[in-house]
C-alpha cells in the first residue's frame, strides 16, 4: 500500500479538520511506528491545512476553524519535525520566513493566519509573537538568515514601527539579503511603499502568493 | 440637576439625528488617544489641563461603570519607571507599557474549558460598580493606566450638565475575549462551540444586569447607550454569522430591548467589517452603528444607499486621510460624508478614535469644516450626490 494511504495517515488528516490536537499527535507516532517517512506525514498535514485555508478563503470557514487546524498541526508537527532532525534529512522548504507584530501593537490573529498558511505553504516560519522590537526581529533575521521578514501591525500608531525596522535592516547592512512584507488593518499599498517594503497584501491567502512570488518561487 | 442651553441643544441635536430628522447641525464627537490629545494641545498651544470635549462642545461623551466579573482593586505584580503588569477582575495578566499605545495581554487565569465553566460573576447589581471609588479594567487599563477610578454615578452627574451622558456595556464577545483570551475564544469556539455558547448565555445574564444597574443607578442621568461589541476585524467576521446569531445576537437584542424600554437610544461599537449582519443590527433596532472603519472597507455613503434610513451611522472619517490628506482633501472627504447627514442619521466621527498621526492643525480644521457646512439645510456644493437623501 502507497505510503500516503496508510490508516494512521488518513486519521492524521482527520484529525486536522476535527481540530483534534491529540488524535493529530497519535496518528503521527502511529505513523512513524509504521515506518512512513515522516516528510510524509508533515506533507498530508499541511495539505489538510492547505484545503482548511482554501476554504477560509472563499468565505466557507472562519477564524476558528483555522485557528483549530493550526493547533490540531501543532501537536504533531514537532514530533515529526524531531524524527527529520534525527535522521538528518533536510526539509525542503520555500525558505525561511520571520514573523511578528510590531512593538507596542498586540494583535496576533492576522499574524497567525498568516503564518499558519505560510507553514500549510511549505515556509519555515519562526514566529517571534507580539510586541516585537525591530532590535529582535534584526536578531532573528540574522540568526535564522530569514528569506523574508513579515510584520504585522494593526493600529495607526503602530504601523510607523514596520519602517523603523526597515532602517535597522539598512543600518545593519542587511536590508538587500531580506524581502519584506508588510500587512495589518492600518498598512495599505502606499504605506508599503512609502517605508520601502517589498509587498502587502490585504488578505492572509493573499500574502502567501505573494510571499512565493517574493522568495522567487511563484 | 440643571443642564446647560447648549447641553440641551446637544441632547436634542443627538435625539433628533438618531430619529432621523434633520437637527440644527450634524452632531460631531469622537474618541481620543491620549498621545493625540498631548500632540493637540501642545500644536495649538494649549494648558496642558484642556478637555477637548469642552473646547469644541462636542456633542455627546460615554462613561464606563466597573464591568469587571470580580470586583477587586488590581494585583500589581510588577512594576518600574516603563511598565506596569496587573491582574484585573477578568482575571487577565495585563502589562502596561507607558509608552506604547495597547496593553499586552500576557495571560488569562481562565485557559482551560473546566475553568470557563466554573468561572462565576460577582453580583452586576453590586453598588461598588457605580457608587464607589475602585479599580476597573476596561475603564482603567488600555490606552491610559489609571486606578482608584471615582464613583461612576459620580462621573455621571460631572458630566451631566454639560454633555449627552451614554453608559456603557460589554456584550458577550467583548467580555468573552477578556475572561479567556482570543485565542482560545477562537480556539474553543472551533473544538467546544456549545460549551462556549453556554458560557456566552452566563455572560448575557451578567451583562444584562450590569446594563440594567447602571440605569437604576445614573437615576434618569443617562441619555444612551454604548454597546462595546467587536465581533469581526479587517474582512470579515471572526466566527460565522450563523454561530453569532444562535448565541450572541439574542443577548445584544435584550439588551438594546431593555434600554429602549428605559428610553435610551443605542449605539453599538463594533470594529471590522460587520457586513454579513448588519441587516440582524438593524433588526434588533440598534439605534446607529459605530465606528465604521474605513479600513475594513466600509463608506457612510454607500451604507446610507444600501441601507437607507433603517440606521443610524456614527464614525467612518478615516484616521489615516485625517493624518495624511491635505486640507483641500480633507474638505472634499468631509462634505462628501456629509451626505450621508441629509434626513439626520449621522453622527460625525472617526472610523474609531484619534490617534497622534492625526495632528492638531487637521483635526481641528475638519472641526471647523462641520460647524461651517454642517449645518442644516446642508449644502454640499460640488460634493452633493443627489442620490442620497
Known sequence: MPEEKDESLQDLRRAIFEYDRESAARSAELSLERGIDPLIALNVMTEAIREVGEAFGRGDLWLPDLVGASEAMQGAVPLLEEEIRKRGVERKSLGTVVAGTVFGDIHSIG??????????????????????TAERFLIAVREQKADLLVMSALMTTTCAEQEKVIAALKKQGIREKVKVMVGGAAVTEEFKDSIGADGYDPTAPGAVGLAKRLVGKL | MVRSKSCLGKLERINSTLSHREADRVPVSDFFWGSFLERWREELGLPADTDIYRYYDLDWIVTIPNMDPHIKRFEVLGQNDEEVVVRTGFEAVIRKKFRAPMPEYVEFDTNTIDKMKAFRFDDPWDDRRYLRRGDNQVAGVGDSFIRDLPPWTET??????????YGSVCEGHESLWRIIGMENVLLWIGLYPDEVGKFVDRIYEFVLGITEAQIKAADGLLDGMVIWGD???????L?????????????????????????????????????????????IGVDAYNPLEAKAGLDVVDLRRKYGHRIGFCGNMDVMAWADSSLDELEKIVLTKLNAAKGG???????????????????????NLLRQHGTYPLDLGEYDIPEIF
Not at chain 2, 455621571?156 to 451622558?165: G, R, T, W
Not at chain 2, 465581533?231 to 467576521?237: E, G, I, K, N, P
Not at chain 2, 437584542?253 to 463594533?270: E, F, M, Q, R, T
Not at chain 2, 442619521?345 to 472641526?367: C, E, L, W
Open chain 1, 111 to 132: 499574524k497567525t493566519m498568516v503564518t499558519t498558511l505560510l507553514t500549510a505553504a511549505g515556509f519555515r516560519v519562526v514566529d517571534l509573537g507580539i510586541n516585537v
Open chain 2, 156 to 165: 455621571v452627574k460631572f458630566l451631566y450638565p454639560e454633555f449627552p451622558v
Open chain 2, 239 to 283: 466566527f460565522s454569522p450563523d454561530y453569532w446569531r444562535k448565541y450572541f445576537k439574542p443577548g445584544v437584542k435584550a439588551i438594546v430591548d431593555l434600554c429602549h424600554k428605559n428610553s435610551l437610544p443605542v449605539i453599538y461599537h463594533g470594529c471590522g467589517n460587520v457586513q454579513r449582519i448588519f441587516e440582524d443590527y438593524i433588526e
Open chain 2, 231 to 237: 465581533v469581526a476585524y479587517t474582512r470579515d467576521l
Open chain 2, 345 to 367: 442619521g449621522y453622527i460625525f466621527q472617526s472610523d474609531h478614535s484619534v490617534p497622534s498621526n492625526v495632528s492638531g492643525k487637521n483635526y481641528d480644521y475638519v472641526v
